[in-house]
């Protein structure tokens, strides 16, 4: 039966949803070898806990991309209990899939896979609320960390060596490189960030491919399948179980970590205890929001921040939510004349001028796409990069929804080229603002506080104008000039960020940096070793408790750091093992 009128188009739009639906999810149990309970029976919904055996030789908290090759790799020895606040990603088409990898980020519902928060700065954010952590919602490049990193942290290197590979034969990929970066890397070595180092996992100066938890049908494959790994006799997991706070014996000379609280997805209050077994321990690995803030609600961290919420003081420690960092991110976006091909970060210029360079194209640029996302700086998501930071309200994002309904879709047709502070020196803090784990701390950046990061934006942008300008692009593009004005006249109303102009002017690209940043969620910091632990990420002051993920870097790792925090994990795993058990460990 033909629908005609204005109910045609709602009609289509229903239809084209449940079509979608329907492809999605055939794919997604094709792709991942039939039903994702029985290749991971351990993984339960957190109100079925009081089924399960009282005490665990390790309790981790948060199974994200830290928390789930921990538990994979302690699980071959001890029984482990790893509780997770968010869901499976198995079967979630937003998270499984690239060409929805924005869509995560812009659902600020509460079973979203991503949690919205706003910095005090003004910059729109998320975190991960899913099994699998960052590695469900983020662009899914993987490179490592460079040498110097790994010394710098005091790693044992040949076991580093053994570590990635580990995580790199389970879920990552070589991408197929998409057209806009092949641009992307024919421009950079025209410009002079060279030499071409191929494609490699290795952090060197120069161009190069890095690799992608993306396969070749756009599926993303997540930390959450390092689980596969697992000893599934050894190993529960729970999802939809939020921590409350852990639990302390304070009636000796230091606190011991004893056990966790828990809510489960029903709201009901569970407890999870520690076996009193020598060795037995709760890490928490929740990432750089999570952990601090979990830290402080079970009374570990400044005093005064602690009373002022009544929560009982277990520790006094005026670092812990200390030394947060993000690396602020510009970007400049490319118009074309034509469709381009959807990709996420594949190609990477390393530069000795402090910045990193990265691309995106294609979201967002088909006709009957009514909101238009475009991905990396997608409007949807906060990323209002033509809107100063304190700006960028949910006000002003409503109003662009509006307004761009009137935006020809070709608006939306390019990609953008990336510019991304390597080693930022501003540094924030987290503090508390109620004592609901569910509540997002109150969080500062402080980006291009320290005059250094403002300078290398201002370098970083004047590259992305060569590359803009390079012929490969000019090449790709393939717009005379009367087409390229109005292509930009539209992508000004559309609040997409330009090649801003006199860029000769170091004053005028200042204001530009400061005006366009926006994150690309590589944050970091809030429980640095030698503040909050020692460098074998036990915590200061408290017996029987760890922090293991990226809250304790005091720098991001590589160009991505997602690779160096599994690998982390991976290695600290082992090296527990190795330390209780000795020859016995067996890895």
């Not at 991503?114 to 609320?129: E, I, K, L």
């Not at 201002?458 to 790709?476: C, L, P, Y």
Request: proline letters at 5%; charged letters at 20%.
């Amino acid at each position: 039966m033909a629908v005609v009128g204005p109910l045609s188009v709602i009609f289509n739009l229903l239809l084209s949803l449940l079509v979608c639906h329907l492809h999605f999810t055939i794919l997604i149990q094709a792709g991942g070898e039939g039903r994702w309970e029985d290749k991971y029976p351990f993984i339960r919904e957190a109100s079925t806990f009081s089924s399960f055996s009282d005490s665990y030789d390790y309790i981790i908290v948060g199974g994200g991309t830290a928390g789930c090759p921990l538990a994979a790799t302690l699980s071959t020895k001890f029984r482990v209990l790893l509780v997770e606040r968010g869901g499976v990603p198995f079967t979630n088409a937003n998270v499984s899939f690239m060409q929805n990898f924005h869509i995560s980020l812009a659902d600020t519902s509460s079973t979203s896979a991503s949690q919205f928060f706003v910095s005090t700065d003004g910059v729109f954010n998320s975190r991960a609320r899913i099994l699998g952590g960052a590695t469900c919602i983020n662009a899914g490049f993987y490179t490592r960390a460079a040498p110097s990193y790994i010394e710098k942290a005091g790693w044992d290197s040949k076991l580093v060596n053994e570590s990635y590979p580990w995580v790199e034969k389970q879920i990552v990929q070589r991408p197929n490189l998409a057209p806009w970066q092949e641009a992307v890397r024919e421009s950079l070595l025209e410009i002079g960030i060279s030499p071409f180092n191929g494609f490699t996992y290795d952090h060197i100066y120069g161009t190069k491919v890095g690799g992608t938890i993306f396969d070749h049908y756009g599926r993303r494959h997540s930390a959450a399948e390092l689980l596969a790994s697992a000893n599934p006799n050894k190993l529960d997991v729970l999802v939809h179980a939020t921590v409350q706070k852990i639990d302390f014996d304070t009636s000796g000379k230091k606190p011991r970590a004893v056990g966790v609280i828990f809510k489960d997805e029903n709201g009901k209050e569970h407890k999870a205890f520690l076996s009193t077994r020598k060795g037995s321990e709760i890490i928490v690995s929740s990432g750089a929001i999570g952990s601090p803030h979990i830290l402080m609600l079970s009374g570990i961290g400044p005093k005064a921040e602690l009373e002022k919420l009544n929560i009982t003081v277990v520790l006094d420690n005026k670092f812990v939510g200390q030394g947060m960092s993000d690396n602020p991110l510009n970007t400049i976006f490319i118009p074309t004349n034509r469709p381009v091909e959807q990709s996420l970060i594949q190609t990477v210029g390393i530069t000795k001028k402090g910045v990193y360079i990265e691309a995106s194209s294609g979201f967002g640029q088909s006709g009957d796409s009514i909101s238009c996302h475009h991905g990396v700086a997608s409007a949807e998501i906060g990323q209002l990069s033509t809107i100063p930071p304190k700006q960028r309200t949910v006000e002003a994002i409503e109003a662009y929804r509006r307004s761009k309904k009137n935006i020809p879709h070709e608006a939306f047709m390019g990609g953008f080229i990336l510019e991304k502070i390597a080693l930022p020196l501003s540094r924030g803090n987290i503090s508390l603002v109620t004592t609901n784990p569910d509540d997002n701390p109150s969080i500062t950046f402080n980006y291009f506080s320290h005059p250094r990061d403002l300078k290398r934006c201002v370098d970083g942008i004047r590259i992305v104008e060569k590359i803009a300008k390079s012929k490969h692009f000019t090449n790709f593009t393939q717009c005379n000039k009367e087409t390229l004005d109005k292509l930009l006249n539209m992508s000004v109303q559309a609040n997409v960020n330009l090649i801003p102009k006199h860029t000769h002017n170091t004053e005028s690209l200042e204001q530009f940096c400061k005006d366009t940043v926006i994150t690309i969620w590589h944050y970091h910091g809030g429980c640095l070793v030698g503040k909050v632990i020692a460098p074998d990420h036990k915590v200061l002051g408290v017996h029987r408790l760890r922090v293991i993920d990226g809250s304790t870097f005091k720098e991001s790792p590589g160009t991505n750091p997602q690779a160096t925090v599994m690998m982390m994990a991976r290695y600290m795993g082992v090296k527990i093992l190795r330390e209780r058990l000795g020859k016995a460990a067996g890895l």
